[in-house]
């Protein structure tokens, strides 16, 4: 694909957003994959706040998410959290959250990294022909979620999205924060599905019981 020359010189910032209840390997793989293919500086976690599409079920604490984040990426000098997604109140639309990011990034390209669920969702988020134009998609495989479709009909319909949106294979790790809550709650083993200290901080909090 061909990017415009002032994309490929400016400094790139990847974006991985989440409800991270909890963040597990999954996540860390997509981010870590996205950084090294796509030259990203470094990655900026940014737990969800109120997410618009969450309202069904109940949410752990936003500090919670947080502290799980946090720990996750201890090791990995690349990777950042952020808390401007928990501490706005009201819902909280990715739209607003990237036009912050811009006005804090002036000179980065930003890369909001996504799974392939989320990835083909972009559509039914609030004002997606603006949000395109604030920054680029990176989709990472995900067992169960086809992108390839997706992309397909992309190509043919909406060329601008097409040339923003790319798709990146990384291991497949068929784990999700629904079945890792659900063990919780049936008091399965949870270990090796996500790293040993958010691990700990579950037990330790009680989160999931
Ligand atoms: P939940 O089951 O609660 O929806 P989740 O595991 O899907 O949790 P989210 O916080 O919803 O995690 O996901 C944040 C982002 O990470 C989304 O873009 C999602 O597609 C992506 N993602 C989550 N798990 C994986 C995985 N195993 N492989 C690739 N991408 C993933
Ligand atoms: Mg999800």
């Given amino acids: ?10 400094k790139r910032l990847g974006i991985m957003g989440g409800t991270f209840d909890p963040i597990h390997y999954g996540h860390l793989v997509a981010a870590e994959t996205a950084r090294y293919k796509f030259d990203l500086e470094r990655v900026i976690f940014i737990p969800s706040g109120a997410p618009p599409h969450k309202t069904k079920r109940r949410i752990s604490l936003p500090e919670f998410r947080y502290q799980m984040v946090s720990r996750a990426i201890a090791d990995n000098d ?16 990715t739209v607003d959250t990237l036009r912050l990011l ?7 390209e930003l890369y909001f990294i ?9 559509f039914t988020w609030r004002s997606p022909d603006e949000i395109i134009e604030l920054t680029q998609f990176i989709g990472a495989s995900r067992p169960g979620f086809d992108a390839l479709d997706f992309l397909s009909q992309l190509q043919q319909q909406s060329p601008r999205f097409y040339q923003r949106m790319h798709f990146m ?3 497949a790790l068929a784990i999700s924060s629904t079945d890792i809550r659900l063990r919780v709650k049936a008091g399965q083993s949870i270990r090796y599905l996500l790293p040993e200290p958010v691990r700990l901080f579950i037990q330790k909090n009680g989160i999931y019981k």
Wanted: aromatic content about 14%.
């Fill in 1 to 10: 694909k061909q990017s415009d020359q002032k994309s490929t010189l400016r």
């Fill in 78 to 93: 690349f990777f950042e959290v952020s808390r401007i997604e928990i501490e706005r109140t009201g819902l909280t639309y």
């Fill in 102 to 108: 811009k006005e804090k990034y002036p000179n980065y």
């Fill in 114 to 122: 996504t799974g392939a669920d989320a990835f083909r969702e972009i």
């Fill in 169 to 171: 294979e990384v291991p």
